[in-house]
Each structure stands twice: as structure tokens, then as C-alpha cells.
């Protein structure tokens, strides 16, 4: 079965981190751009991060230089580093995979998410 499998969230106080994990089985990663977006209760569903087939990232405005996004091919999961977060950063966080590069559409199923909560 191919999936994406996203993990790592949690509660956490502002300033804290998290790391998210984005495990794929049934496939494998190595020929995919892997993106984050997140969904905040009452709002659209919004990119975070993508990284390339080749590792080339990009972020929103609204995390750059806070989150940074990596893969490790060999374990077949792109990670999601969160650093000082802010309450803002609260949603529920998905995964998604499409070919190559981060441009273009991205799938219209998604899976179950992990959510972030960050509160004092």
C-alpha cells in the first residue's frame, strides 16, 4: 500500500521545537519532492516547506528561517525541523509527494496528519 505516514507532533510552549516525520512505505521517495502544508482550525489548508528530488528547499515566509525541512532517502522520510514556534504555528501538519519537483499540483487525498499545538 502506498502511503505517507506523518508523525512528531505534540504540545509545545512557544519558543520550543518539534520535529515532524514524513514516512512513505509502499514507495520510495528518492524520485519525489516531498511538501509540508498545515491546516489551523477555520482556515485553508497552507504550504509550509517543499524539498525537490534534489534537495532544493523552499519555505513560507511565515517559517523561514524557523523551520527547516531535510530528507534522508535511506530511511525513505523527509523530516521537519520546527524551531521557535509560535502560537500561530498551531494546525494540523500533512505531507504530500509528487514527482521531481516542488512545482506543480499536488494530490488532492491527504492523510491523517499530526497535529502541533503550541501553547503556554
Known amino acids: 500500500q502506498v502511503q505517507l505516514v506523518e508523525s512528531g507532533g505534540g504540545l509545545v510552549q512557544p519558543g520550543g521545537s518539534l520535529r515532524l516525520s514524513c514516512a512513505a512505505s509502499?514507495?520510495?521517495?528518492?524520485?519525489?519532492?516531498i511538501g509540508w502544508f498545515r491546516q489551523a482550525p477555520g482556515k485553508e489548508r497552507e504550504g509550509v516547506s517543499c524539498?525537490?528530488?534534489?534537495?532544493?528547499?523552499n519555505y513560507a515566509d511565515s517559517v523561514e528561517g524557523r523551520f527547516t525541512v531535510s530528507r534522508d532517502n535511506a530511511k525513505n522520510t523527509v523530516y521537519l525541523q520546527m524551531n521557535s514556534l509560535k502560537p500561530e504555528d498551531t494546525a494540523v501538519y500533512y505531507c504530500?509527494?509528487?514527482?521531481?519537483?516542488?512545482?506543480?499540483?499536488?494530490?488532492?487525498?491527504w492523510g491523517r496528519g499530526t497535529q502541533v499545538t503550541v501553547s503556554s
Open positions: 504530500a509527494a509528487r514527482p521531481k519537483s516542488c512545482s506543480g499540483s499536488w494530490p488532492s487525498s
Open positions: 524539498i525537490s528530488m534534489t534537495g532544493r528547499t
Open positions: 509502499g514507495f520510495t521517495l528518492d524520485y519525489y519532492a
